[in-house]
């Protein structure tokens, strides 16, 4: 789910298009609220990769498996969908030929209970009051959705109230929902958290998103006060991710996890408006949107009714399935029951509104090469004299792209013991576009992980850096958190920002490129001119994280000012 770029995008049709816890400063990327560049090694000026070991972990190999898990025959490997059952089963498949052992109770997969709710809103959405009226257009000025399990989900005249972002964090002494009366109203509130805007440096973590500013916790913060419904104002730039991005991940079938309550615990309507949108309510209301904004950014913000009420409906088709989790594992030789999980998504979004005649949403870069990553470096264990001592982990996860789903599902429900599994190292979007000289730490300074990687990149003569666009979230988009937030160190590291051969302007561009021709567009497809060196280049710099932590003893930990520091040190008191 999170993006960097690929050399096959600067097609002549796409040339020239942009594409798109813990108040200390120690934690999540906050190192990087200026952009500022961390290096941690002298790297010399030559533009030689390199010399890769022998070890089995090759672009070739890695390019044969993305271009099998990204074929059209996938089908874009949604759940619940054909795509599924082919990508499962070629992951388990290989693992098998690799000799590594069934890792879920005799078996490669591992069950995931998932319901999928196909909601089919209105075409269009009423304001009104006041002797105003405003309708709004699905797909052009909204996506709405719900999560409760029922065949029609109806809002009638629910007022609406404007929540700022929709944040309670008393660790920051902020509440948007001081003095509000929420309870069965809709809620209209902004992306991001109030360092983003960057007027405030003092304000949260700045411009490094916290958790606060993801829209899973805002939904979640919204039913615990009660409302109905909420609506997220999307803006391309603190979202980091452009509206067709939002119409791709939300329209049609959803896919949640199954509760005791069948969802009705969850607010009745949960969406997301355009920022045209949202400024025509604002004006519909009397009220100007840039006045609301500013004053949302600004300690002592008060919410304040719109006057308005929304009405509309969502039509839907339930189906309670189960997804699956690949897993499989390599015994270690003397602490078998100590592990290090290597983990990536499988899933991506399948089949979809068609663009340029194409509806199959691929999803070669995201994840299809993380998977392949996978493969490659469980080959490189395989291949090593010197097995590792303690179990190598191989898990591919489901739903990742609706939510983290199979990777909080297998937190919540391990395996293998929490407090016995030693770091989770994660890949979601290897690279695409040669060597690299950086490597990008998302989340850099969190845990002693980053001490490992470090040396890792020592060997291939490359420098460390966090990653430099904490405004994105990027910490809390993909499966290494779902297993930092049960305690597990997690490491997500990359090359990212400089090419070894055409510098950082370069891989500048192919990343904003690929935002916006192919990050969950059809574009996201296999291409065979593709320099897959820098995607083996990352792979083996964390198989060599892995050999270095399976040779060892002790367990990395979590840094003083990390907000996952106390979770795993309670879980370890009892190991």
Partial sequence: MHYFALRGWLLPAAAGLLLAGCQGKTSSESETASRTVIRDETVSGDT??????KDGITAALIGQHIKVLASDAFQGRRPFTPGEEKATNYLAAEFKKLGLQPGANGSYFQAVPLVEIAGKPDSTATVAGNGKSLTLKYRQDYMFLTEREVPTVGIKNSPLVF???????P???WDDYAGLDVKGKTVVVLINDPGNAGNDTTLF?????????????KYEEAARHGATGIIIVHDTKPASYPWTVVQSSNGGAKLHPQTADHGASKVALEGWMTLDAAKRLFAAAGQSYDDAYTAANKKGFKGKAFGLSLTTTLHNTITRKTSKNVVAVLPGTTRPKEYIIYSAHWDHLGIGPAIAGDSIYNGALDNASGCAGLLAIANGFVQAKEKPQRSIVFLAVTGEEQGLLGSDYYAQHPIF??????????????LAFGPMRDLTITGYGQSELDDYARAAAKEQNRYVIPYQ???????????????????????????????RLHGKAFAEKQRKDFEEVAYH???DQYDPTWDLRGAEQDARLLFRVGQQLAGETTFPKWK??????ATREKSMAGK
């Fill in 48 to 53: 030689a990769s390199v010399p890769a070991p």
């Fill in 163 to 169: 929540a700022g972002y929709g944040v309670t964090a």
């Fill in 171 to 173: 660790e920051y002494g």
């Fill in 205 to 217: 973590k700045g411009k490094a998103m916290t958790y606060y500013g993801r829209w899973g916790y």
């Fill in 417 to 430: 013991p929490v407090a016995s599994t030693v770091a989770d190292i994660n890949m979601d979007e290897l």
């Fill in 469 to 499: 666009h904490p405004e994105t979230g990027s910490f809390y988009r993909s499966d290494h958190f779902s297993f930092a937030k049960v305690g597990i160190p997690a490491l997500y590291a990359s090359g990212s920002f400089e090419s």
């Fill in 521 to 523: 567009q059809p574009a």
């Fill in 560 to 565: 003083d000012g990390s907000e996952f520091k």
